[in-house]
């Protein structure tokens, strides 16, 4: 999705005209008469606007009255795409929709579809993957394409000059709990919700299986407690740096440069970084740390403390 969002915005734009015809709204943040009137507007200097509404799916099916006005007679001179996780209250508006523009729908790459997608973005890259090295990274970092992007990034670089990337390329460079699940927890924690906290937590806690190895007496981590704690203070902490950027510099382009970071994780960062505050975050590293220390001292059985961990984070101190 965000890969066609941007061919259509090139194709769109030229680097120059963006800075002053290129606005991007949220459907939870923003009302449906801003949207509108900004794809109403004239572009200034260029032949065309682009107008982008992120989360369309939040808006309030009530207020989509503009929207059917303003499709019944569209500005011949924006480009207004609307971008949803589900089609949710539009529903009834895809066919008027359809009319005078496109729907287009991403479905969640699942099975080889996936493996086929992995082989492919190392193609693009110069290099093939083994099957083996694909399945490895489908079983440690699940289908979020962003971490799987991530993931093959190191493996091209692990590689150097060989045009092939192996199992041995990906173990050491790939974190062995998935990256999506700690991810998905701390969104979980983020938005206070304990039941699907708790839920992912169970997951990992009763999967322990997060070896990947085949080899005859190749070690299989039984207990992933000790690794999920580390990679959830990793998390708090790489949130806190992203927070902490943001507030001194102007936009994500320049946090991305100053953090080193890929602009496909920073995004991920930021928007779990408008669900914490900096007290919080500090809570729940500390919380990770103190809980980590009563695991190593057998202060209580893992599974009691690591469900306490979690509902604590769920209530995070105000500040």
């Not at 994500?252 to 953090?259: N, T």
């Amino acid at each position: 999705m965000e890969e066609e969002i941007q061919s259509l915005l090139d194709r769109t734009l030229g680097p120059k005209e963006k800075a002053l015809n290129y606005h991007v709204f949220s459907g939870e943040e923003h009302t449906p008469q801003e949207i509108v009137e900004a794809a109403q507007t004239l572009p200034m200097f260029a032949k065309y606007r682009f107008v982008l509404v992120k989360e369309a799916e939040k808006i309030d099916p009530e207020n989509l009255e503009v929207f059917r006005r303003y499709l019944e007679n569209p500005s011949p001179v924006t480009s207004l795409v609307l971008r949803a996780q589900a089609v949710g209250p539009w529903k009834g508006l895809l066919p008027r929709i359809e009319k005078v523009g496109k729907v287009v729908e991403h479905s969640r790459l699942k099975g080889r579809a996936l493996a086929s997608w992995i082989r492919s973005r190392m193609a693009e890259k110069g290099k093939t993957i083994s099957e083996e090295g694909a399945d490895y990274l489908l079983e440690v970092v699940g289908d979020n394409l962003y971490h799987l992007e991530n993931a093959l990034e190191k493996a091209f670089l692990s590689a150097g000059t060989r045009t092939t990337v192996e199992l041995s390329d990906l173990e050491g460079t790939v974190a062995d709990v998935k990256m999506s699940t700690v991810f998905e927890l701390t969104d979980a924690i983020g938005r206070q919700d304990v039941a699907k906290a708790l839920g992912i937590l169970e997951k990992v806690m009763s999967s322990k299986a997060v070896s990947f190895r085949r080899e005859e007496g190749a070690s299989k981590m039984d207990d992933p407690v000790p690794i999920l704690l580390s990679m959830m203070a990793r998390q708090y902490r790489m949130i806190w740096k992203v927070k902490e950027e943001l507030s001194d510099r102007q936009g994500a382009a320049e946090a991305a440069r100053a953090l080193k970071m890929s602009p496909w994780i920073l995004r991920n960062l930021i928007a779990q970084s408008k669900k914490f505050t900096q007290s919080s975050l500090r809570s729940g590293i500390l919380r990770c740390h103190q809980t980590d220390l009563a695991v190593k001292r057998g202060r209580g059985p893992k599974e009691l403390l690591m469900e306490k961990l979690v509902i604590d984070l769920c209530h995070p101190q105000k500040g």
